[in-house]
């Protein structure tokens, strides 16, 4: 306890430093005019805050991206969209979806977004943000339709959502208030993709308004798959009636969409474990290459009922959803005012993508198979002899989103009394989730160009594979067939109350209690002699096939309940400054990821289902003539259980706590040039287990993001870099291996043809950096070279686009 409050006492001590400098600045530049938008302070927040308020007046702190600002960033997913969000890890080398997202030092413990609610328009795309194979950002896409993103940290997000105890992102939508419309077409320039938008958006009628869009892409992507691996896109509509004293606004959703997963590949690394330099292997680019081979097409095997299936590598993340939901909000006699958003989404689709369970020499996986065995390409029955002697061991994480279906609905009732504001609300999910772990084992060579499959051969020239499948299962994880069918039904009434203390100190407190019921029943895996290619002849790999085992379900049928609060104030120092502070504890429950056998799934309070986050933050907020900035100090405290995660095959259980800063800042240097960034400092220790005291893994010191724009020829036209870093992080809790820091720079032209017509030119990693953003290995042999399985982000992409605003 005297170590928190040393802590929170030195973090008080920068914010207080900062304020003193600011304060100067603010004086010293009083008289210089404002002539370009610098509002932010004034911009009504409506994301984690019961009563939409001005930023400055909230004890929260958040970030507001716009579009332009967005875009500005060259982002090539929507997870790249959050790495420009103070305070926010976003590890985006995984193509469009399944990214690890983590906020202030909290850990990334088993892949998602585990304690960080994504949301659209106010309701979360999914109940948790950490199914495996089913990660929020999956079914999340930034297009045409959406206003702006709101992303909160800390702060009241415990209370006003379920499992988001360390922030909430918000993608709203336009709504057709104000007319206007959009066409854009992109395609990459040294990248094989085409993408089109649309949307649009008016009155239709006294108090009538819509908005429509949405995109469509085709595409390689911007590594090598040999595939048309981006297909698909999303429409999205929305129809609002305001009345006098409201409105209701009705709204639908389809998604159809196709990304590459891109999982860990193989990186060399020589030098020390405290020092090492990252490379390409010889004839696989790192920053550009790809596990996905047109001589891998489909994985087939036996389906959840014992049929014969066969998916489409292809497809990669393949989200489904269709959604239609209804938010109304109405002032009612007597200062009451009534809220309610609700929604249905039925969510399917899959997940598909090859892992490097192993990277060897040639001999090392032959050797595996048992002395005197050889390799040869499947394709061509010659030996393997590819120049960088490697070898992959794939696993196919061949994943069926049977159902992720859900409900969400949150009614909100509020009194105001005076100086004293009352909210009552009820939140309500009912969350399916039901998915099939169906996976095979392959051999493949190490190349960035279609790496060919191969075959292994016995000592006495027997085949023990099948055109590179060596395994139907994998052995090698002790096979990991699974097939989950649970639903999670979550009732969280809450209560909120703010008070207006005096005419500059505003108070806020809440509290929520969620409960949580678990049904349904999960299985694993059993094995069967099966001739699934259908040729009459039971080849090595069909004498051991693995498949889900239907008659051994283990039922689930328990409860959770946990209790969130937050306090916060805010206190005005003048109308342009403010300080705020708040104190909050919540709680993630697990999903999926500890239905593993060995717990009791009959009682709640025999498993971990809980994991519970505290916060206490200190900020500062200015706006200036020319700009403004945020300040928050942070301090956090994780108690995590066991949570599985699939691509290490194994339980990760710590204690985290961490502390830092969060910078956040824009200011405009004159009438055409405005620079905008932001700084995050954190501090994070383990403080329990076998890594007691070291640094959680992944987790770097600093982050930052600086965006300087120029915009020239009356502002009609604008140039812009994007610098986009962290410092060095270790690949794992056991503090060896280090990660190298890295800087991404993006750029950006835009270029107005004629009046509402423009092209844009953008390029992502304009300097072809190679980042790594996770390890599957700690550590490595020092001096020597070794090959380690790395996610790093893509090389250089360079797109063009054709937009017309009307």
Known sequence: MKRSNSVLKKLGLIVALLIVNL??????????SDTIKTTQLEDVVITGVVNPKAKIKSSVSITTMDVKQVEQSAPRSTAEIFRSIPGIRSESSGGEGNSNISVRGVPISSGGSKYLQIQEDGLPVLLFGDI??????????FDGNVAKIEAIRGGSASTLSSNSPGGIINFISKTGKTEGGMLRTSFGLDYNNFRTDVDYGTKIGDGLYFHVGGFYRAGE?????????????????????????GKVTVYAKFLNDRAAAYMPMPVKVTGTNANPSWGSVSGFDATTGALQSIYLNHNVGLGTNGELRRENVADGMNPISKSIGVSAAFDLEDGWKITENGRYSSNSGGFIAPFPAEVGSAAAIAASFGAGSTLTYADSGTPFNNPNGLVSRIHMFDAQLNDLSNFMNDLRVTKKFDNIGVTAGYFKSIQNISTSWLWNSY???????????????????????????????TPAWGNL??????????????????????????????????????????????????????????????QNV??????????????????????????????????????????????????????????????NALDFLTQAELGYKLKFPKGYVYATAFHSKTDEQGGFEATSNSIIQNNYKSYGLELESSYNVNDNFNVRGALT???????????????????????????????????????????????????????????????????????????????????NNLFDTLAITESEEGNITDNTVNYVRARPMPGRSVSMALSYRF
């Open 23 to 32: 304060s100067f600045s603010q004086n010293e530049t009083a008289a210089v």
């Open 546 to 607: 693995f498949a889900v085992n239907t008659a051994n379900e283990t039922a689930v049928n328990y409860d959770y309940d946990y209790v969130s609060y937050t306090l916060g104030a805010n206190y005005l120092l003048t109308a342009k400054q403010s300080l705020f502070a708040r104190y909050s504890k919540g709680a993630s429950a697990k999903a999926d990821r500890i239905l593993f056998s060995g717990l009791n799934y009959l009682d709640g309070s025999k498993i």
């Open 681 to 763: 400092y954190t501090k994070a220790e383990i403080t329990s287990g076998g890594n007691k005291g070291n640094e959680p893994r992944r987790q770097p010191k600093l982050m930052y993001n600086l965006m300087p724009t120029y915009n020239f020829s009356g502002n009609k036209n604008a140039v812009g870099l994007s610098f986009i870093g962290q410092s060095k992080a270790f690949a794992q809790d056991s503090n060896q291996l280090v990660m190298n820091g890295f800087v991404i720079v993006n750029a950006f032209v835009d270029f107005e043809i004629t009046k509402g017509l423009s092209v844009n030119l953008s390029a």
């Open 221 to 245: 992507g911007v590594r090598k798959t040999g595939s048309t691996s981006n297909n698909g896109g999303q429409v999205k509509f929305n129809l609002t009636k305001e009345f006098q004293n």
């Open 443 to 473: 051999l493949q060579e190490v190349s960035d160009n279609n790496p060919r499959l191969i075959n292994v051969k016995n000592a006495t020239g027997n085949l023990l594979s099948e055109n590179g499948l060596y395994a139907y299962g």
């Open 132 to 141: 495996a194979f089913a990660t929020a950002d999956i079914f999340t896409r």
């Open 481 to 542: 067939a699974r097939n989950y069918d649970t639903q999670y039904n979550v009732s969280a009434p809450y209560v909120n109350i703010s008070i207006d203390a005096t005419e500059n100190l505003s108070l806020e407190g809440g509290l929520r209690y969620d409960l949580g019921k678990v049904s349904g029943s999960f299985t694993g895996g059993t094995s069967s002699t099966h001739d699934i290619n259908n040729n009459g002849i039971i080849s090595v790999p069909e």
